[in-house]
């Protein structure tokens, strides 16, 4: 079994390391001259714990079932894991009932751990913050995922497999008995391809003919890093209660694992597939995104949460007020721009934000065509989940 594979985040190099352990001939092409290069590159990098997906989803099972694995495979290799721990805090009494949803919703997935704490319990885990209420998930981490992609790629490469870099899919042509690829200046043919083209997915299954009722959005998550002594008011991960009514988990405070502390992402929407700033547009892509009705009726609907953002985006003092309501003692000295990532997030027909991982199988290509947050945490159990459930063989 040849299978191809578009896309070297992490998500496309655990397929492929999956199906190279399985003993598939495997060949990963990457469009960019390095791994990860997108959102595999330019993420919080948590370890989500599984709290908040809806029970019985696919983002709740692979997410808890993805970071045991993932905790195994970073003591494995000596990759860093931390559980630094995360509490979810409810900075008012009218955000009480959603952080009771949560502590529910955690139970209910099976997150280990959970503890409801009151203004009192949240400040002896973290002394620095306030709230009125909070819940505390001690398992949830911290990694380098673009560390983890580096070993996935070394782990397929001694299977046998090939990781073959700017080599961007240009043309796909499915055949009765094969898949025929063009990538840079290489022609291939496989008998499978599975696509993990995160912000390219559309590319792809356009390139494969494979319509069908879903298209990538944009939302860029932008990022301020704490400064000098800053850091030390946060010893783990702070949240708010998220709007249910979005798969954003809204601006947080993140110890990473090299000990800065980030503050964010937002979510506004790109003007690039690859729209890293305000800066970065894109002529084209913007005519694609508002040539599909989902885009055009999600921005009829939310627009004045999107404007929101679009102000935090621009207005340091909003991206402060956000961190000071869990923090207060942050001065705005303490916060510095600090980059950002482009989420590749699925969009209805309808105008829905689709919530769950979605995975789509035309023939011989299987086209993952939603895997935002918490897909990197997840990543180990959604290639095994392909490997499980999508017929490989004829
Ligand atoms: C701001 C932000 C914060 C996040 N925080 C977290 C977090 O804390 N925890 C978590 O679990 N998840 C988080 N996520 C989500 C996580 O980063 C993604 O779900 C995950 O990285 C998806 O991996 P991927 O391999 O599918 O995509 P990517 O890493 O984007 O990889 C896709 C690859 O496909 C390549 N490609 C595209 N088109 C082509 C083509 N035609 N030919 C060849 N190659 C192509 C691209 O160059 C790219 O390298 C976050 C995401 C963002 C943006």
Not at 15 to 42: C, F, S
Not at 210 to 230: K, S, T, W
Not at 240 to 253: I, M
Request: hydrophobic fraction near 45%.
């Amino acid at each position: 079994m040849r299978i191809g594979i578009v896309g070297a985040g992490i998500l496309g190099l655990a397929v492929a390391r999956q199906m190279a352990r399985a003993g598939a001939e495997v060949t990963v092409l990457e469009k960019e001259p390095r791994i990860a290069a997108h959102q595999t590159g330019h993420n919080s990098g948590v370890v989500h714990a599984g709290i908040y997906y809806q029970p019985g989803s696919l983002k709740a099972t692979l997410c808890r079932e993805g970071a045991a694995m993932l905790r195994e495979y970073c003591a494995e290799h000596g990759l860093p894991y931390d559980e630094a721990g995360k509490l979810v805090v409810a900075s008012t009494r009218a955000e009480l009932s959603g952080l009771r949803r949560i502590a529910e919703r955690a139970r209910e997935n099976g997150v280990p751990g959970i503890a409801e704490l009151d203004a009192i319990g949240l400040r002896e885990v973290e002394p620095r913050a306030v709230g009125v209420a909070a819940v505390h998930s001690p398992h949830t981490a911290i990694t380098d995922f673009p560390a983890v992609a580096r070993r996935l790629a070394a782990d397929v490469t001694e299977a046998g497999g090939f990781v073959r870099l700017s080599r961007p899919v240009r043309a796909i042509r499915q055949t009765t008995d094969g898949v025929a690829v063009a990538a840079g200046p290489e022609r291939l043919t496989f008998d499978r391809l599975i696509s993990c083209a995160g912000l390219g997915t559309d590319g792809v299954a356009d390139l494969a003919r494979a319509g069908g009722d879903v298209r990538i959005v944009p939302f860029r998550g932008e990022y301020y890093r704490l400064a000098g002594p800053a850091r030390g008011l946060v010893k783990g991960l702070i949240y708010p209660v998220p709007d249910p009514r979005y798969p954003f988990l809204g601006v947080h405070l993140t110890r990473r694992i090299d000990g800065e502390v980030l503050v964010g992402p937002n979510a506004v929407p790109a003007l690039a597939l690859e729209g890293y700033s305000w800066r970065s547009a894109s002529l084209r892509d913007l005519r694609r995104i508002a040539a599909w009705p989902g885009a055009r009726r999600m921005a009829a609907e939310h627009w004045r949460t999107g404007l929101r953002e679009v102000y935090g985006s621009l207005a340091k003092r909003a991206f402060v007020a956000a961190a000071r309501r869990y923090v207060p003692e942050l001065a705005p000295a303490d916060l510095v721009r600090a980059g950002g990532g482009v989420r590749a997030q699925a969009v209805a027909r309808d105008g829905r934000l689709l919530d769950d991982f979605v995975i789509d199988v035309r023939g011989r290509i299987v086209l993952v065509r939603n895997a935002p947050s918490p897909a990197a945490t997840s990543s180990l159990a959604i290639a095994r989940h392909i490997a499980l459930t999508v017929p490989l063989t004829f």
